[in-house]
């Protein structure tokens, strides 16, 4: 169990920065079927990706996957490039969003902030480029001021509240978070939210909370046939598991394994 527990600790610290959007749209079971077919970041795994973000350019989770490939076969230049395309033929948000994730990963983060300030200001619609730059911020002593900035654009008060309660979330004001969750009721129902509030519940020892939100993010993600979150689920649901937790553990990975997506989650 001590092998699980350091893995699942891990998750809990990392989850947010790699944290594939939540598209919640009819693409992402298409999406994932295909995507268990090719070999993980071989050049048709890329192709496919760079082809499904020109048949769907607003489906953010291909940006990642795609960006990740990049990474992990250490072309970074190849990265720049394509997004660099992207974004100036017209599709800043999700081009911008993996830009600014470029560069965090080549360490400047001034021009991190601005990528993902373009990113938002092209399309607010999906949280996950927001709750990565919360992230992000995070990592930087709040140096950028993002909980600020995205109180001052113009979002319905819904998502406001959720992003105070991610920004409380990040900043350890687990008690304050949660209470801001639980005030959203099911005006929020996307993955992200069950997986912060879960964790939020969790690292206040409140496991029985934290098990039932995690079940709610599976069951989701199950009703999406998204394989990632139903493996990042079920890693977080083996350490609030009263019993077998390494076969929940193993679970997970198999999930994962059947899109090669295990470095995502470790």
Request: glycine share 4%; proline share 3%; aromatic share 14%.
């Amino acid at each position: 169990m001590m092998w699980a527990r350091v893995i699942f600790s891990f998750i809990l610290l990392q989850a947010s920065a790699l944290f594939p959007a939540d598209n919640n749209d009819s693409h992402t079971a298409e999406f994932y079927q295909q995507l268990c077919g090719f070999d993980s970041f071989s050049p048709a795994r890329i192709d496919f990706l760079k082809s499904f973000i020109t048949v769907h350019p607003s489906f953010l989770t291909a940006y990642e996957f795609l960006f990740e490939a990049f990474v992990q076969i250490n072309q970074l230049d190849a990265a720049d490039a394509y997004f660099s395309r992207l974004e100036k033929a017209g599709n800043p948000a999700g081009a911008s969003w993996m830009l600014a994730r470029l560069a965090v990963f080549q360490g400047d983060l001034n021009k991190a902030d601005k990528l993902y300030r373009l990113a938002l200001s092209s399309d607010i619609s999906n949280h996950s480029p927001a709750l990565d730059y919360l992230a992000f911020d995070a990592k930087n002593n709040n140096a950028f001021h993002t909980a600020e900035y995205l109180q001052s654009l113009d979002l319905p008060p819904t998502d406001l509240i959720f992003y105070r309660a991610c920004s409380k979330y990040n900043r350890g004001e687990y008690q304050s978070a949660d209470s801001l969750f639980g005030g959203l009721g099911l005006t929020i129902d996307d993955l992200q939210r069950w997986h912060y509030q879960g964790l939020a519940d969790y690292y206040q020892s409140q496991l029985v909370q934290a098990d039932s939100l995690f079940r709610i993010g599976l069951r989701r993600a199950q009703e999406m046939q998204d394989i990632y979150h139903q493996a990042l689920f079920s890693y977080n649901l083996a350490y609030t598991a009263k019993t077998e937790p390494e076969r929940v553990i193993a679970q997970a990975r198999r999930l994962a394994e059947s899109i090669d997506a295990v470095q995502l989650l470790n």
